[in-house]
């Protein structure tokens, strides 16, 4: 007989991502030459730099419970971060520490989402957004953003999707899946709209913002619009920018009493976070930049050679990603076709499953980030299966009927 379980987990998948990473695992397992382009990971080390500070903190007692929004010294090194990164100055109690970006938004949405409340999430987005506010009643209300506008939010768009019922507004930019950048210009119109809606809350996810190309320049919403800032909740972490991905630290700046209710729900589920972790987050985050530029020209110089193959293969687009490191082609031209396994490809999700099952490459369905017929690449990966990856790809559409 089948348990039942919460309500709240009704409809709830996994997300996407962790499901095509498990079957990547599966059919390596069984030797097969997988390459997996599926989890959005830096692939270099953490710097040893921040793994010595996380050493010293351990030798050095730092091993009891933390306070829960983090210890000082960390609060501390958020805190110069934002006011020279961003521009943005937040007091010790509007910070706080949470075990990754996602906990932010976990605690930012249970303490604030009611039944029925709307959550404004633009689309491609971040499978979590939509899956977190619905574990708290959440409505998520998509905002298709378009390829040939190369993904940015346009503000008629917006304006025509916020209700009196809208409760938050998510923004992502530099975005997963589509690495489309808002500047401080683009983002204007946006604060305008904003500023009709009085209870809406915007979380400003900034975690990709050190990863942009070309010269462009990621905004922070509340450096934009200071007047909205006690509305915004801005979110980083150390996970993207300093390959820091297991030691699962991210933060949030906000107003006052947000933040105390987002400590409220913290100190009632994990408490503090892991204290030599947050040694090393302080550390990374008061660590030279040059780490992280060197990244991001990596990542730059990947997604260029990653787009190039992908334009070379008839059938598929891809808009240029100005920052974080996926490529988001469409394949909308390869749908309706069968491959030569005789899988005939439906939906970008029938095209993800059977290149990994005939071309043994890991991906994640447009379908899983609100907008299809998509594919996502994680450009975190080393050149040379990058290119192999490609070649595979062009192999597969190639030999599609
Ligand atoms: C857009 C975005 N925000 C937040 C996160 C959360 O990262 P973490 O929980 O590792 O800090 C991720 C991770 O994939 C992400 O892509």
């Known amino acids: 007989m089948a348990r039942s379980f919460a309500r709240r987990l009704d409809g709830l998948p996994a997300p996407a991502t962790i499901e095509m990473?498990?079957?990547?695992?599966a059919l390596?397992?069984?030797?097969?030459?997988?390459?997996s382009l599926a989890l959005g990971e830096p692939d270099s080390p953490t710097p040893p730099a921040v793994v010595e500070a996380a050493h010293a903190a351990a030798l050095a007692g730092q091993t009891k419970y933390p306070p829960v929004d983090g210890t000082p010294a960390l609060k501390a090194a958020i805190a110069r971060k934002f006011t020279r990164e961003n521009g943005l100055d937040y007091a010790p109690d509007e910070i706080m520490a949470s075990n990754g970006g996602k906990q932010v938004i976990f605690n930012a949405f249970m303490a604030t989402l009611n039944p029925g409340d709307e959550v404004v999430v633009p689309a491609p987005y971040w499978v979590s957004y939509p899956l977190i506010a619905r574990m708290f009643g959440g409505v998520p209300v998509v905002v298709p953003c378009r390829e040939e506008e190369g993904f940015k939010l346009?503000?008629?768009a917006l304006a025509a999707a916020l209700t009196p019922k809208s409760r938050w507004l998510?923004?992502?930019?530099?975005?997963?899946?589509t690495g489309a950048v808002m500047t401080a210009q683009e983002l204007e119109p946006i604060a305008e709209i904003v500023r009709r809606y009085p209870d809406l809350w915007v979380l400003s996810d900034e975690i990709y913002e050190h990863l942009v190309f070309d010269?462009?320049?990621s905004a922070s919403l509340a450096a934009v619009a200071p007047d909205l800032k006690d509305r915004i909740i801005t979110l980083n972490g150390v996970s993207k920018a300093y390959a820091m991905t297991g030691w699962r630290v991210g933060f949030?700046?906000?107003?006052k009493d947000l933040i105390a209710a987002m400590r409220g729900v913290q100190g009632n589920a994990t408490s503090g976070i892991c204290t030599i972790a947050q040694a090393a987050a302080a550390a990374a985050l008061d660590g030279p930049a040059d780490l992280v530029q060197e990244m991001a020209a990596t990542y730059g110089r990947r997604r260029q050679m990653v787009v190039d193959a992908l334009r070379r293969i008839p059938g598929l687009t891809c808009a240029m990603p100005e920052g974080a490191f996926y490529a988001y082609p469409g394949v909308a031209g390869c749908l309706?076709?069968?491959?030569?396994?005789?899988t005939r490809l439906e939906t970008d999700h029938d095209f993800a499953l059977a290149f990994l099952d005939e071309g043994y490459v890991a991906t994640v369905p447009g379908s899983a980030f609100g907008q299809s017929p998509y594919l996502r690449l994680s450009c975190a990966t080393g050149d040379a299966d990058l290119m192999e990856a490609c070649a595979r790809l062009e192999r597969f559409v190639s030999t599609l009927r």
């Open 154 to 156: 346009d503000p008629a």
């Open 21 to 25: 990473a498990r079957r990547a695992r």
């Open 170 to 177: 998510v923004l992502n930019f530099p975005n997963n899946p």
């Open 336 to 342: 309706g076709r069968t491959t030569a396994g005789g």
């Open 252 to 255: 949030a700046g906000g107003p």
């Open 215 to 217: 010269g462009v320049r």
């Open 28 to 35: 390596r397992a069984e030797g097969k030459p997988v390459i």
